[in-house]
């Protein structure tokens, strides 16, 4: 399974972007998908997650209420809407593909990474 994300940019505070994390290789609905970054100098964090139906979502509590996850398994897609964005948000993003999962916080548990896209948020 290739994984391949885009989207990412420079927004000032307060801003949005949408990312994009386009599947190859393998049947898209048989994939949970997440989103995770990693910020200067820090680990990489779980965002969110979602279901290969859709139909179960998580986030971490930094991005709930501001972050949307979803997916649209046609084009084999996930997105992850950003808005609200904070300097704080600022890191590379990275898709994320769990083969047979329901969706998980656990960064061990994805078997497929996508490349990375960088989002700074300046303030």
């Known amino acids: 399974v290739q994984l391949q994300a885009s989207g990412g940019g420079l927004v000032q505070a307060g801003g949005s972007l949408r990312l994009s994390c386009t599947a190859s290789?393998?049947?898209?609905?048989?994939?949970?998908m997440g989103w995770f970054r990693q910020g200067p100098g820090k680990e990489r964090e779980f965002v969110a997650a979602?279901?290969?139906?859709?139909?179960?979502?998580y986030y971490t509590d930094a991005v709930k209420g501001r972050f949307t996850i979803s997916r649209d398994n046609a084009k084999n897609t996930v997105y992850l809407q950003m808005n609200s964005l904070e300097p704080e948000d600022t890191a590379v993003y990275y898709c994320?593909?769990?083969?047979?999962?329901?969706?998980?916080?656990?960064?061990?548990?994805?078997?497929?990474w996508g490349q990375g896209t960088l989002v700074t948020v300046s303030s």
């Open positions: 979602i279901d290969w139906s859709g139909t179960r979502i």
């Open positions: 290789g393998r049947p898209f609905s048989t994939l949970a």
């Open positions: 994320a593909g769990d083969l047979g999962g329901d969706g998980s916080r656990v960064r061990e548990d994805y078997d497929y």
